[in-house]
């Protein structure tokens, strides 16, 4: 039985991981208003999730208390790249605050990672100076 833990432990870590890679991409192609905007909307998200009973079910419409993750943040994470910057914006925000209580306080070493990863996300969220040359890049892939 531990070693089936230890599997399913290591193969959400590499799934978290993953999506962590997309979300951070979808972020860094933001424009400094967006991200100030998805900042807002992931802080909304966290206070949201924190006064639920189990936080990481957090947007979630099935009441499975049992589960010990839900596939919102596959869901989030896949439309992360949508066209639609508010359909975006909205992901990230619930992917960041569903994987952020999923993975707070864990003992395990892997997910801590993950994490971790999801802290620098929040910290390029909040801290970005946009630059000449992003704000360029934006422009060119919205024309």
Known sequence: MQFLIVL???W????LARQAAAVRQAVLAMNAEQRKQTTDLTLAE????ARLPMPHLHGDSEATPYRPWTPVAAVAAARAKDRSIQLRQRSIAL?????YHETRGTPNEGLMAVHREVLGILRELKDHKPTVATEQAW???AA
Do not use: K
Not at 12 to 15: F, L, N, P
Not at 46 to 49: E, T, V
């Open 139 to 141: 422009f060119n892939q």
């Open 12 to 15: 959400r870590r590499a799934m």
């Open 95 to 99: 992917w960041l605050a569903v994987v």
């Open 8 to 10: 399913l432990t290591q």
């Open 46 to 49: 966290i206070q949201a999730a």
